[in-house]
């Protein structure tokens, strides 16, 4: 157990690592992953407070998804979260995966926000 938090803070940071080695400072796309849900929240780190931010468990998208915790609803969270962020204004971030690997729900949030308009 403790081998593998150790592993997903290594993740983590060396991910963080990347992000800050980039250009400009464009705002932050951060992904959590848990067992039921999935969140997506777009971050300015300069002010540090969040921008707009989607989840399997929003009003609107809980009477739609049969389960929280599927690649359909990590689908739905991203299109949701990119239609916020094009509506607030923002057309560019950087993907912050976190200490998840780019595979199933991960992968399949960030291609729906892509499908939509967001580019990064």
Not at 21 to 38: D, E, G
Not at 69 to 90: F, Y
Request: charged share 30%.
């Amino acid at each position: 157990m403790v081998a593998e938090a150790i592993k997903q803070n290594r993740r983590k940071y060396r991910v963080r690592q990347k992000l800050k080695k980039s250009p400009n400072n464009r705002l932050r796309l951060s992904v959590h992953r848990s067992l039921k849900n999935i969140y997506a929240q777009v971050i300015d780190d300069e002010k540090g407070t969040t921008i707009v931010s989607a989840s399997s468990l929003d009003k609107s998208l809980k009477d739609k998804l049969k389960s929280s915790s599927n690649v359909s609803a990590a689908e739905e969270v991203g299109k949701l979260v990119a239609d916020r962020a094009i509506k607030a204004g923002i057309d560019t971030v950087i993907f912050d995966r976190g200490s998840f690997l780019y595979h199933g729900r991960i992968k399949a949030l960030a291609e729906a926000a892509r499908e939509v308009g967001l580019k990064f």
